[in-house]
């Protein structure tokens, strides 16, 4: 790539915008599903990632597997550790996505992780076969506002929205500093603690969403500590998407043999849980609610 | 020649001066033109123009550090940092959960005001001075320094110090802060548990809850340091996760004061973390080089020629080299652990053998895979297999400042010996790092070189170890 071509802005794919544009129109809220690239096994993967947006997973979450990742709990530090074990790369997760693309090219595909293994591979490449491979956005947990010259300002250049944790403890004069640079959606840590631990209380979500609203136009995903699919169709009431990830990690996780290895059963079980908890998402809204004004 | 006495305004001590118009000693005043400084000095500002574009975007990235030709020769350079972002050069930053950053801010605001509260210092200095035993001795190592026959060898007696190490320094420091802010619970993560012991000491003493992280393989290994945890009412959480070691432990406190923002204040035990901490841990261990200026201007009229510290962390060797970093003439060697080998892999050198990358908070030298995966690091020694190094020391490194050297576990072994054999100390297996290369540096320097090697901790904690290592029964 030249110099001249890497001054010019990326456009963004706009599947994320697209896909709650759709959701709006539905009236309903959506799902986002969390899975870890190359968990239990890259194949299984590739076929979990397949399955999913049949199943109901209106966006998929990938996780970037990493050896330290400090906000995440038992659930899906085993899942990083499986995946690093059977041969998980940032190469191999970005091919996981490409492979994602040829079957669907709709459903947003958002990484999800740590900076020292984007850091590692080169932030301006990363950033680039990224966005080739078809991710529409990041997470990434330990790059925080004050950080952003890093990775959030360079995403946004090359066309992936960079999407930012609220949490509890964001205060209002934080919360301005949070969504600055945030695009796609925002996605607010129910919690505080660790992923996949406790459960917060429906009424605080409830209060919490509402505060985020009148600090931004961005559709409010809610996630950390939602497990079964009513507590997501709790979410589903107030917000516009609950996302859901130790639960169908920790399902992976029961369907291994002795040695790690996935047994048949793996799939059609991650299948049945992502299909109940979208159902619960779906019924959320039935008591008719709509978006925008969810109290 | 008649020979005046009167005080050098760069290290405030009467020394006998053949041109009496400066107002500084002879050392000084032929400054900054011999041998090493000049080349500290060159590769400075090489550093400086090459390095800073590499300043990530930064809107600072042109701004050259100050060169010691631009600004008065008393004003160091090398003591700015970090600057306000925490950063020292590249190195350092804020890398933590969003839920963390307005905990991170609050420890900074309080930090930043405390630095500027003379209560504080007074009452520190009272702790430091009557709970801790400080100041801590300089002692001429004798026998060493004729076994050795080449430079006089000093020993900084940190390890005398209560809980017989150095980080009892930096926990009296924090737990007076975690007390200013009204924190309630004490959380802290420790590798062979020298951190948790003078953490569980603080919180005895000033009546505070504390919980400390220690990975599952630590406690096996260092178990009289786990019951002397115990013994002082802290509650030892084992840490099952990842590679179950220092490293899992620093995970698991962090996921522990994520999920406890509120009440609780993480004590982190060495210059490393997210921007304060490095710059706090620094300021609190820096009584040690502090101390060490006036001892040795006391016993030999001068500056030390070498420093030496051991490396796992780094709070120890930065405590004493930061007060010497704008003395041009003093060396100073930061000693990695080799484990068996730099080239084995099997180390914990994340200086000589690591690379840039994030965790736990900052921008450092670590010990990774080509994919960003963090490798355990391995020593003898429990409090040096740390996979990273304090931001600060990064930056030393890449401006050449301080020179980074490694040696093995078998090295180290030997230095231990020797000390106890000569010295009648026992020091603790880190330290012994920077003994064993005293040892191959010492003989070939003149024998007015006067050397400090800070022997951080003793090294009782290490006698099972020890003798695991030489294979004998206890």
């Known amino acids: 790539m030249s110099g001249a071509a890497e001054q010019t802005p990326v456009a963004e794919s706009g599947r994320i915008r697209h896909r709650f544009e759709a959701l709006r129109r539905e009236g309903r809220a959506g799902l986002v599903t969390f899975v870890t690239a190359g968990d239990p096994d890259h194949g299984t993967c590739a076929a979990l990632l397949q399955h999913l947006p049949g199943a109901g997973a209106d966006l998929i979450e990938l996780g970037m597997p990493f050896t330290d990742p400090m906000a995440d709990g038992p659930a899906i530090q085993a899942a990083s550790l499986r995946a690093i074990k059977a041969g998980a790369t940032m190469e191999r997760t970005l091919d996981l996505v490409a492979g994602f693309r040829q079957q669907d090219d709709e459903t947003p595909v958002v990484l999800m992780g740590y900076y020292n293994p984007i850091f590692r591979f080169g932030t301006e490449r990363f950033l680039d076969a990224a966005r080739q491979a078809g991710v529409d956005g990041l997470i990434v947990v330990d790059v925080p506002p004050e950080e952003d010259e890093e990775l959030c300002l360079p995403a946004l250049h090359a066309g992936l929205n960079f999407i930012r944790l609220a949490t509890p403890t964001s205060d209002d004069v934080r919360l301005r500093t949070v969504l600055r640079h945030t695009s796609g959606f925002v996605y607010y840590v129910a919690i505080t603690g660790i992923t996949g631990t406790s459960t917060a209380d429906n009424v605080d979500i409830a209060t919490a969403v509402t505060r985020l609203r009148r600090h931004t136009a961005l559709p409010v995903a809610v996630g950390f500590g939602i497990k079964i699919p009513m507590q997501a169709g709790a979410v589903a009431r107030v917000a516009d998407a609950a996302v859901v990830g130790s639960a169908i990690v920790g399902r992976i996780a029961d369907h291994l043999d002795g040695d790690g290895r996935p047994q048949p059963s793996l799939v059609p079980a991650v299948v049945e849980l992502v299909e109940a908890l979208a159902a619960g998402v779906r019924a959320g809204r039935d008591k008719d609610r709509s978006i925008g004004n969810a109290t | ?474």
């Not at chain 2, 923002?261 to 921007?275: E, F, K, Q, R, S």
């Open chain 2, 1 to 474: 020649m008649s020979v005046l006495l009167s005080p050098c305004h760069r290290c405030r001590w009467a020394t006998p001066r053949s041109r009496p118009a400066l107002t500084i000693c002879q050392r000084h005043a032929s400054g900054v033109g011999v041998g090493v400084p000049t080349a500290f000095l060159e590769k400075r500002r090489r550093i400086d123009t090459v390095g800073a574009p590499l300043i990530l975007g930064r809107s600072d990235a042109t701004a050259p550090y100050p060169t010691p030709e631009s600004v008065m020769p008393s004003l160091n350079t090398y003591r700015s940092g970090p600057d306000e972002a925490g950063r020292f050069g590249l190195y350092g930053g804020r890398f933590v959960a969003e839920t963390l950053m307005p905990l991170i801010l609050e420890v900074e605001r309080a930090y930043g005001d405390l630095k500027h509260d003379r209560d504080f210092w007074v009452e520190l200095s009272s702790f430091l001075t009557h709970y801790v035993g400080r100041p801590s001795p300089l002692y001429f190592a004798e026998r060493l320094t004729s076994h050795f026959g080449g430079a006089k060898i000093y020993f900084k007696r940190d390890e005398l110090n209560h809980t017989g190490a150095h980080k009892i320094n930096n926990c009296v420091g924090q737990i007076l802060l975690a007390r200013r802010m009204g924190k309630r619970r004490i959380i802290a993560e420790t590798g062979a548990g020298q951190h948790g012991v003078a953490t569980a000491t603080v919180c005895a003493r000033f009546g505070l809850p504390c919980t400390v992280y220690m990975g599952a393989v630590d406690m096996e290994r260092q178990k009289p340091n786990v019951f002397r945890m115990r013994l002082l009412g802290a509650e030892v959480v084992p840490v099952e996760s990842g590679a179950r070691t220092l490293k899992d432990a620093m995970n698991e406190a962090l996921r522990d004061w994520v999920a406890n923002v509120d009440d609780t204040y993480y004590l982190i035990g060495t210059a490393a973390g997210p921007h304060p901490y490095p710059a706090m841990v620094r300021d609190f261990q820096s009584i040690i080089g502090s101390e060490v200026r006036d001892q040795m201007l006391a016993a030999e009229g001068r500056l030390p020629d070498t420093l030496v510290a051991c490396i796992g962390g780094g709070s120890n060797a930065l405590g004493l080299f930061h007060p010497f970093l704008d003395e041009p003439e003093v060396r100073m060697i930061g000693v990695e652990a080799g484990g068996h080998g730099i080239t084995t892999g099997a180390h914990a050198a994340s200086l000589l053998g690591g690379r840039p990358g994030v965790l736990h908070g900052n921008r450092t030298y670590l010990l990774q895979d080509d994919e960003g995966q963090i490798l355990e690091g391995h020593s003898i020694s429990a409090g040096l297999d740390y996979p990273g190094i304090g931001p600060e020391h990064a930056w030393l490194h890449d401006t050449g400042r301080v020179e980074y050297v490694a040696v093995t576990d078998q090295e180290a072994l030997a230095a231990f010996q020797l000390c106890a054999r000569l010295e009648g100390i026992l020091p603790a297996l880190e330290p012994a790092h920077a003994l064993a290369h005293v040892a191959m540096r010492s003989p070939v320097l003149a024998t007015d070189h006067l050397l400090v090697v800070n022997l951080c901790g003793r090294g009782d904690k290490d006698i099972f170890t020890i003798a695991d290592a030489l294979e004998t029964a206890l």
